[in-house]
């Protein structure tokens, strides 16, 4: 008699399970088969399946119940992962807190080089809201819309413009020929990595570009020469370069006009980072004071003189003037000292045109650019826009290059 087998009494049927092997699959199955009752009083199990089918051996147990073992550990493999996601969350949750403290406080430690990454933090939220979705975990989904939400109204003016210049401006621009005599100009900032930027490449830019207003941070004396043998006083003839002192950031300033100079200052106001060297010139009938700015970056050790240096910038406010500051200001829009300095009386260009970001730093490296520290400050009677960031090699920046529109 077969150990599975039992005799039973006349008329009982049960089904009986049978462990069966697929050999092509390399898997046991559980069959069952009835148990026909006869004289003998034998289960006959000749050919013969239960009306269950097969079953996976490792599905079932002696309590005649079915599992999921696969399922379980799917199941499994995704707990894991999302509380990974919520690990991230909070991450991003404590940098975005960071970005909301007042500017003494989030200036301390390396919160300030934190911050400067908060843009790319919407994306790490799209991210993980879409496992959310996909795995049905509602709160995680509910916290990750929160945050792109923040991040939406934080950078609404990088997606929606506040103010657009004219087409008139774009095509007087777009000329070859420069007019002096129009309230248009193309603008250009950029930092020459302590001198060593391609000084052919800034001068064909500026020429491709038709810049009228060109402000450079980080020269040395050799650069200045390099820079007037390629024939910068060609294109541009009026400058003025930034009084040189102990502790310059980098180099020197210096500022170049197509247009006559007046009002010609080499060092604008104290301050404790480069000398801003500072000129105005007539646009249409607005005259424009520009300037080229450079504050110390906010490494460990030097918050302190960073956050002080935007102040002072920010004091140029007090003064009646329409001021159009260019620069490398080693801040984001993020930063609540960068937002302190511009107040209610500077703008942010490229936070205004509603044109996307404009990354300038890092350039020239294997990493693209991240964060966009250089920009185009103003205050009203000017309109900027047409922003673009162009590659000059040999400088850890990108330039910035934009069109001013001056008021009528």
């Known amino acids: 008699m077969s150990r599975n087998a039992r005799s039973t009494q006349d008329g009982d049927t049960r089904q009986i399970p049978i462990i069966q092997t697929n050999p092509e ?11 026909n009752q006869g004289s003998s009083g034998y289960a006959d199990f000749a050919g013969q399946r239960g009306s269950y089918g097969n079953r996976r051996a490792d599905e079932y147990d002696s309590g005649s119940r079915s599992v999921r073992p696969r399922k379980n550990r799917r199941r499994a493999r995704h707990g894991f992962l999302s509380l990974c996601l919520w690990v991230i969350s909070a991450f991003i949750m404590g940098i975005m807190s ?26 790490a939220s799209l991210i993980i809201l879409l ?18 939400l923040f991040q939406i109204v934080w950078h609404i003016g990088y997606l929606k413009p506040t103010t657009t210049i004219s087409q008139a401006a774009k095509t007087a621009v777009a000329s070859a020929t420069i007019n002096t005599t129009d309230r248009y100009a193309r603008i250009m900032t950029f930092n020459t990595h302590a001198g060593t930027a391609n ?8 020429k491709d570009q038709h810049v009228e207003v060109l402000a450079l941070q980080e020269m040395t004396q050799g650069f200045i020469q390099r820079l007037e043998a390629a024939g910068i006083s060609s294109v541009l003839p009026y400058s003025v370069i930034a009084s040189t002192k102990h502790g310059d ?29 500072a000129a105005s010139i007539t646009l249409g009938t607005t005259i424009v004071r520009f300037g080229s700015v450079h504050p110390n970056s906010p490494t460990r050790g030097q ?18 003037h329409t001021y159009v500051l260019m620069g490398d200001f080693n801040s984001t829009w993020d930063h609540p000292s960068f937002r302190s300095l511009l107040g209610s009386t500077f703008v942010d260009s490229s936070e205004q045109a509603g044109e996307g970001f404009h990354m300038t730093y890092p350039a020239n490296s294997k990493i693209p650019p991240l964060i966009e520290i250089d920009h185009i400050v103003h205050t009203s009677g000017v309109k900027v826009g047409d922003i673009e960031t162009v590659q000059i090699s040999k400088s850890d920046h990108r330039a910035l290059v934009a069109t001013l529109e001056a008021s009528s």
């Open 131 to 148: 496992f959310a979705l996909l795995w049905r975990r509602r709160l995680l989904a509910l916290v990750s819309v929160v945050c792109i």
């Open 199 to 206: 000084v052919n490449e800034i001068v064909q830019t500026v």
């Open 249 to 277: 950031n980098g180099g020197v300033n210096g500022l170049w006009t197509a247009e006559a100079q007046s009002d010609v200052n080499s060092n604008l106001i104290p301050t404790e980072a480069s000398s801003i060297p």
């Open 25 to 35: 699959a390399g898997e046991q199955y559980v069959s069952y088969a009835p148990t």
């Open 98 to 123: 960071i970005r909301m403290l007042p500017a003494d406080l989030a200036n301390t430690g390396f919160m300030p080089l934190i911050v400067s990454f908060v843009p790319w933090l919407a994306i």
């Open 303 to 320: 918050q302190s003189v960073w956050s002080a240096g935007l102040g002072t910038i920010s004091s140029l406010k007090n003064y009646d």
